[in-house]
C-alpha cells in the first residue's frame, strides 16, 4: 500500500495545470484582439496611407511575415530560457504594435505603419504558442482539452477586438484607428501581467541537446501530413480573410458591418474549441482536420453566392469554424510526431512552416483582390484544399495498408 503511495500521480507531476490553462486562456483572449485589432483595421489604413492601392494590403503580410520570422527564434528563446520569457518578449512586442501604429497614422506613414505591423506579427506567433504551452500543462490524454480551453480564449478575442475598433476609431479625429492602436497596447500590457502568472516546466538538459536530427523528424509521413494541413487551414483562413474587409468597403458596405462581420468570424474560429478537444479524442485528429478541410471549402462556395452583408458573414462564420476543426486537428497531430525533449523546436518548426507558407496567401490576396476581384480570390482557394485532401487520403491509405507505429520511436 504504502509502495502504490508513493507512485505519482497526473495531478502530483502537473500541479499548477488547473491555474496555468486559465491564465493561458485569458492571455488568449486578451492577446488574440491583436490580431483581430489589425485584421479589421490594416487593409483599410493601408489602402488610405499606401502609395498604390495594389500595396493595401501589404501591411497585413508584413503582419504574417512577422508571425514567420519571429516562430524559430522565440522557440529558441523558449527552449534556452523557458517558455515565459518568450511571452513577455512577444507582449512587449505587443506595445511596440499599437505605439508605432498610432503613431503612423498621425504622421501618415506607410511604411512606418507597416513595421508597426511587423512587430504585430511578432507578438501573434507567440500568442499563438499558447496552445503548445497548454499541452506541457497536462497529461498526454488531457492535451487536446488544454489546447482547446485555451483557444477557446479566442472568443473573447472575437468580441474585444472588432469592439476595441468600433469604440475607439473615432476618439481621434481626423486620425481614423489613432486611439484605437493606443488602447491596443494598453491591453498587451494587461495580458503581460497575467502571462507573468504562468509557471511551467524549466527547459531540461534533454530539451537543450534537442533530441533526433531535424532529418528524421522532417521524414514523418505524419508529421509532413500534420504541417500541409496546418498550412492549408490557416493559409486559407488568411488568405481570404485577409481581402474580406477591403472587398466589403469597396462593394459599398459600412464598415460597422465589416467589424461586425470579422467579429461573428473570430468568435466561429475559437468558439468550437470548447469541444473540439473532446472531438478529436473520439474521432480522431485527422478525421477532424477533414471536416475542417470541408467547411473552408464551403466557406468559399457561400462567398461565391453574391456580395450582400449575409454573403460575407455566412462565409467568415464557416471560414471561421473550418480553421478552428483544421488547424486545431493538425495540432493535435503535431503532438504525435516529437519526443518530449523535441517539443519546442518541432512545435516552433511546424508554426514556421505554417506562418512563412501563410505569407505567401497574405501577399497574394491583396494583389488578385485589386486585380482580379473577390471572386477569384474564392475560387483560388480551392487549389490548396484539394493539396490537403490529397495528402490526408495518401496517409490514411499507408495507415490503412501497414501496422500503425509510434511516430516518436
Known amino acids: 500500500m504504502a509502495q502504490a503511495a508513493s507512485i505519482p500521480t497526473a495531478d502530483s507531476l502537473y500541479p499548477h495545470e488547473t491555474s496555468n490553462v486559465l491564465r493561458l486562456s485569458v492571455a488568449q483572449a486578451l492577446a488574440g484582439s491583436n490580431a483581430v485589432v489589425a485584421y479589421a483595421t490594416g487593409a483599410i489604413v493601408g489602402n488610405s496611407l499606401a502609395p498604390s492601392s495594389a500595396l493595401a494590403t501589404l501591411p497585413i503580410s508584413i503582419f504574417v511575415v512577422g508571425m514567420a520570422v519571429c516562430t524559430l527564434p522565440f522557440g529558441a528563446l523558449a527552449r534556452r530560457h523557458g517558455r515565459r520569457a518568450a511571452f513577455l518578449t512577444g507582449t512587449g512586442c505587443g506595445v511596440l504594435t499599437g505605439l508605432l501604429s498610432s503613431l503612423a497614422v498621425v504622421l501618415g506613414s506607410f511604411w512606418l505603419f507597416s513595421l508597426a505591423m511587423a512587430f504585430g506579427g511578432a507578438y501573434a506567433a507567440v500568442v499563438l504558442s499558447l496552445r503548445f504551452a497548454a499541452a506541457d500543462c497536462a497529461p498526454a490524454d488531457r492535451r487536446p482539452r488544454a489546447m482547446s480551453a485555451v483557444m477557446a480564449g479566442g472568443v473573447f478575442a472575437g468580441v474585444i477586438g472588432p469592439q476595441l475598433v468600433t469604440l475607439t476609431m473615432n476618439w481621434s479625429p481626423p486620425h481614423l484607428f489613432a486611439a ?55 493559409l486559407l483562413m488568411n488568405f481570404i480573410m485577409t481581402a474580406a474587409p477591403l472587398a466589403m468597403h469597396l462593394c459599398g458596405l459600412p464598415q460597422e458591418a465589416s467589424n461586425l462581420g470579422l467579429q461573428w468570424h473570430v468568435i466561429a474560429m475559437y468558439a468550437p474549441s470548447f469541444f473540439t478537444g473532446r472531438l478529436i479524442a473520439r474521432f480522431g485528429a485527422p478525421r477532424m482536420t477533414s471536416a475542417g478541410l470541408a467547411l473552408i471549402a464551403a466557406a468559399a462556395g457561400v462567398g461565391l453566392t453574391g456580395v450582400e452583408v449575409a454573403h460575407f458573414w455566412g462565409s467568415l462564420i464557416l471560414l471561421g469554424v473550418g480553421w478552428n476543426f483544421g488547424f486545431l486537428g493538425a495540432s493535435a497531430l503535431v503532438l504525435e510526431c516529437h519526443r518530449p525533449e523535441e517539443r519546442t523546436r518541432v512545435q516552433s518548426l511546424n508554426d514556421f512552416f505554417v506562418f512563412g507558407t501563410m505569407a505567401v496567401g497574405s501577399f497574394a490576396s491583396g494583389g488578385l ?5 473577390w471572386n477569384v480570390v474564392l475560387l483560388v482557394s480551392f487549389v490548396p484544399l484539394l493539396i490537403a485532401a490529397t495528402f490526408l487520403t495518401v496517409t490514411a491509405m499507408q495507415r490503412s495498408a501497414s501496422p500503425q507505429q509510434s511516430s516518436s520511436t
Open 180 to 234: 484605437t492602436y493606443i488602447a491596443q497596447a494598453g491591453v498587451a500590457v494587461v495580458s503581460a501581467l497575467v502571462l507573468m502568472g504562468v509557471r511551467l516546466p524549466k527547459p531540461t538538459l534533454a530539451e537543450s541537446a534537442q533530441g533526433r536530427p531535424l532529418g528524421v523528424i522532417l521524414r514523418q509521413p505524419r508529421f509532413i501530413n500534420a504541417v500541409v494541413c496546418g498550412v492549408v487551414s490557416y
Open 369 to 373: 483582390l485589386s486585380a482580379f476581384g
